[in-house]
Every structure is written in structure tokens, then in C-alpha cells.
């Protein structure tokens, strides 16, 4: 058997000594962005290689995609048919253009057939389009997993947004119309901002954060201040979420200088108040709560609005988290007139617009904020509809606040009462089968870690 030749691209790779693939997939994908920003090809900047791949091309003998082609010879220099071959007359020839200036012959007959191609690959681009319905049928796919995502178990929300992405993803390449590609990239944030709320309610908070970076990714390049708005408002909450406030308020205060719309305005106030009540300013809660409660709802915009749903901000939702926010202050009285509040609303709705999210979470605020008052009794009481919701409905931030109500039943005041110790032995088993539970492979021990 003939022994296997050595391509130039493995010798050059080797010569610059990044032939490993852990010293080889920075420098892709460094070089990938800098040609995206010099094309303005955001695609292009995304561009990644796995270790397989890159195996595979040092062997030789293929052809990688466009994208992979023109990374490859900005870095080495060659064109890929000299990349992928041999070594040997053709790497000497590479070594004697370095010293020996070259002027490439070019007749006429080169630049007549030139233009005629590049028009006729224009001719062929300007015709690449996708029709507007297809476009409009994975707005209103969207749309409506938005908009009864409080109806729904978080994995079956993620499961749909994740396939409309994937969907999106396929059809980017079908169109070169800057208006459709503008609004293919704003149906991407949006789903991978949809991804991020499922992802937080199932219990991963770095898949939450990823995919909220992924979505302003998406419409950075557009330059989309509404989902833009909504990200920077999903970055604080998940920052003080993990113990960072001061971070959070940079964040918050980045979107509250973008946001236009009544619902953004109002999500981020209270979203600005849960972190002033993280870093214990009681204050500037109450500022941030009055100012939410004047924001102007006749301002819309096409995504905290048209969207709507999880990417909304309805009255019971703000009521919610300000009574959130009066907890974490422990002010028990107005966190207990917060969550009544927020109950009122949600359960004012017709049943095909309750949102069992909001009404949960808010049940168990209103509990922590009676056992600040000292009345168990109550908080047992109001606990009771909680305790009835099915394991794929109880999300992690409804755990996170029983995990509130489970120590706050340990002060001195309430851990010698036997209401206190059955109902915190309740909530711990309730909490083991959550929604994070029910994904295959989650060790019931993880949950709520």
C-alpha cells in the first residue's frame, strides 16, 4: 500500500504550529469574524469547525463549504486546491512567489467573461427570495408559542421554539433580499429569546444566559432596540438570579436607555426594582415600582407588544414582581398587598388567558409574605393550590421561591410550631419532581441546584 502523502495544508498548519485542533479553532474562527465584518456577512462571522472536520481536511482530498474555503485561504494564503494537495512542486512554487514579483497574464477574452459572470451570479442573487407567506407563517408559529407559553409545560415550549429556529436557520440561505434576511435574523432573536425563558424555567440558568446572547447576536446587525431592550432586561434578571446585582444594574440601565414601548418600559423598571431590592434599597424600589405604574401602555412596539405573550408584561405580571421586590426588603405588608394584587388580576382573566406561572409564583409570594407577618396559618392555607400542580408545570422559579418560604420557616418564631415542620417536609418533596425532572437524564438529586 502507497504511504499517504502529506497535504501542503497539514505542513503549513504544522509550519505555523497550529495543527492541533485546540490551537487550530481559535484562529478559525478569529479569521471568520474578521471576514464577516469585512463583508458584513454576520453568517460568516459565526462560522465554527468541529475536530472531525479539521481531520478531515488535513487528509485532503475534499472540498469544504464556500464559507469554510475562504477561511482557509485567509489563513494560509493558498488557494484550496493547493491546500488540499500534496506537497511538492506546488509548495515550491508557493516559496519562489514570495521572493519573485509575478503579473498575472489577462486577456480579453478573461475580462469579457469575467463581467459576464458576475453579472449573471447577480442576475441569480437578486432572484433568490423567499415568498412572503413563508415568512409570515413562522412569524404566527412564533407568535402563538409566545403567546400560551404560561399555559404550557417549559420542555414542550422549548421543544417548538427550538424547531422553529432550526426552521429559520434553513431558510436564510434561500433568500439574499436585505428586507427578508432582516427579518429572518428578528424571527431567530426572538425564538432564541423564547429558547432562553424555557431554558430558565427548566433550571439552566448558563443555557438561559447563552441563548439570550444568541438573540441579541441575531439582532445587533439589524439594529432591533425592542428585542435588544428585552435581552438586556433577560441579562439582569438571570445576573441577579446568580448573586450578581451590581452586574444587573448595568445591564438593566443599558436597555432602559433603548426601550420606547410602554410594556418594555414597565418590564424594566420592575426588572430594575428586583435588583435594587437584591443590593437592599428599599427606595429605589419604591421609585422603580412608581415609575412602572406611569409608563404610557399606548406605546407599542413589534415585539414587547405585536409578540406579546412571554415577551409581554401584563398588570398581574408587574404586580408580581413587585411584591417580589418588597420581599427581598421584608416589607411583609406591601409584599402581601403586591401578590393579592397580582392574584386579583390573573384570576380576573378568562381561563384561556390565565397565565398558571403568574398566578403560582405569586400564590407563593403572598405565602412568604404572611409567614413575615407571623401567620402560618394563612400561608398554609394559600399554599394549598400550589401543591395541586403537575411535575412538568412547577418551574424553577416558583422552586426558588418555595425555597424562600422553606427557610423562612425555620426562624426562631415558627420552627417549633408542627404547622412549620409539615409544611416544609411538603415542600421538599414537592420540589423533587419539577419540571427540570422530567427531561431523560436528570438525576432527581440535581434539581433545584
Known amino acids: 500500500m502507497a504511504e499517504e502523502q502529506e497535504t501542503l495544508l497539514r505542513k503549513l498548519a504544522r509550519d505555523e504550529r497550529i495543527e492541533s485542533y485546540a490551537l487550530f479553532h481559535p484562529r478559525y474562527e478569529q479569521t471568520a469574524r474578521r471576514l464577516g465584518e469585512r463583508n458584513q456577512d454576520p453568517r460568516l462571522s459565526r462560522e465554527s469547525v468541529g475536530s472531525r472536520q479539521w481531520t478531515r481536511w488535513l487528509r485532503g482530498g475534499i472540498t469544504p463549504q464556500p464559507y469554510a474555503c475562504l477561511i482557509l485561504e485567509e489563513i494560509f494564503g493558498q488557494p484550496l486546491e493547493r491546500l488540499m494537495a500534496p506537497t511538492g512542486t506546488r509548495q515550491e512554487e508557493r516559496t519562489s512567489s514570495l521572493s519573485v514579483v509575478q503579473h498575472p497574464h489577462i486577456t480579453e477574452e478573461d475580462l469579457l467573461m469575467t463581467a459576464h459572470d458576475a453579472a449573471s451570479h447577480a442576475g441569480d442573487a437578486a432572484s433568490m427570495s423567499l415568498t412572503a407567506e413563508a415568512i409570515q407563517l413562522l412569524r404566527t408559529q412564533l407568535r402563538g408559542l409566545a403567546r400560551c407559553y404560561h399555559q404550557r409545560p417549559a420542555a414542550e415550549v422549548f421543544v417548538g421554539a427550538r424547531t422553529i429556529r432550526d426552521t429559520i436557520e434553513r431558510r436564510m440561505p434561500l433568500t439574499h433580499r436585505p428586507s427578508q434576511s432582516a427579518e429572518l435574523y428578528l424571527l431567530a432573536g426572538q425564538a432564541c429569546a423564547l429558547l432562553a425563558s424555557a431554558a430558565f424555567d427548566l433550571g439552566s440558568q448558563e443555557a438561559a444566559e447563552t441563548l439570550t446572547i444568541a438573540a441579541l447576536a441575531y439582532v445587533r446587525p439589524i439594529d ?8 438586556g432586561g433577560n441579562l439582569a434578571l ?7 446585582p451590581a452586574e444587573a444594574l448595568e445591564h438593566v440601565k443599558a436597555a432602559q436607555a433603548i426601550a420606547t414601548s410602554g410594556t418594555a418600559k414597565r418590564r424594566l423598571h420592575g426588572v430594575a426594582a428586583r435588583t435594587y431590592a437584591h443590593l437592599g434599597m428599599p427606595e429605589q424600589v419604591r421609585y422603580e415600582l412608581e415609575a412602572a405604574q406611569e409608563v404610557d401602555p399606548s406605546i407599542r412596539d413589534d415585539h414587547h407588544d405585536d409578540m406579546g405573550g412571554e415577551f409581554g408584561f401584563s398588570l398581574e405580571r408587574a404586580a408580581m414582581s413587585a411584591g417580589s421586590s418588597w420581599l427581598l426588603v421584608s416589607d411583609g405588608g ?7 394584587q397580582a392574584l386579583n388580576l390573573v384570576r380576573s382573566r378568562p381561563e384561556t388567558e390565565k ?4 398566578e403560582m409564583e405569586a400564590t407563593a409570594d403572598l405565602a412568604l409574605a404572611q409567614l413575615l407577618n407571623s401567620d402560618i396559618e394563612s400561608a ?6 400550589v401543591f395541586q400542580l403537575p411535575p412538568e408545570q412547577r418551574v424553577d422559579g416558583l422552586l426558588a421561591r418555595l425555597r424562600c418560604v422553606r427557610t423562612q420557616l425555620t426562624v426562631p418564631a415558627l420552627q417549633r410550631r408542627r404547622e412549620a415542620s409539615e409544611l416544609g417536609h411538603y415542600i421538599e ?3 423533587r419532581d419539577s419540571a427540570r425532572s422530567t427531561l431523560p437524564g436528570v438525576p432527581r438529586s440535581a434539581i433545584g441546584n
Open 380 to 385: 398554609v392555607t394559600t399554599l394549598g393550590p
Open 224 to 231: 432591533h432596540a425592542p428585542l435588544t431592550a428585552w435581552c
Open 355 to 358: 397565565s398558571v406561572k403568574v
Open 334 to 340: 406591601r409584599a402581601v398587598d403586591a401578590s393579592s
Open 429 to 431: 418533596g414537592f420540589s
Open 238 to 244: 438571570l445576573a441577579y438570579w446568580d448573586g450578581r
